[in-house]
Nanobody, 115 residues
Framework: QVQLVESGGGLVQPGGSLRLSCQAS????????MGWYRQAPGKQRELVAI???????HYADAMKGRFTISRDNAKNTVYLQMNSLKPEDTATYYC?????????WGQGTQVTVSP
């Protein structure tokens, strides 16, 4: 079973940037589809972006052109570079790993976009 630990969240002004990291351990990272999701207060968890084992990516429409997901299989880490942040991007961001027989979530990292 893979374990995930996110980092990199914080407070940023509108228009600013943050890079989230998700460190994986306990399984064969390169075999997993990795994803970032987010959940704002009072809202359902939603997809931000996913990246396949070979680097194919998919983004939610609201993040296209602003967010970039990437992975470093040698470091067992997936990243989310977030640029041009907006107040509506404020949420807890969760890392997800999806394998053939298991799925795991990290504990989440808070991102707050505010003047």
């Amino acid at each position: 079973q893979v374990q995930l630990v996110e980092s990199g969240g914080g407070l940023v002004q509108p228009g600013g940037s943050l890079r989230l990291s998700c460190q994986a351990s306990g399984s064969i990272f390169r075999l997993y589809v990795m994803g970032w999701y987010r959940q704002a207060p009072g809202k359902q968890r939603e997809l931000v972006a996913i990246i396949t084992p070979v680097g194919g990516t998919h983004y939610a429409d609201a993040m296209k052109g602003r967010f970039t997901i990437s992975r470093d299989n040698a470091k067992n880490t997936v990243y989310l570079q977030m640029n041009s942040l907006k107040p509506e991007d404020t949420a807890t961001y969760y890392c997800n790993a999806k394998g053939l027989s298991d799925t795991a979530w990290g504990q989440g990292t808070q991102v707050t976009v505010s003047p």
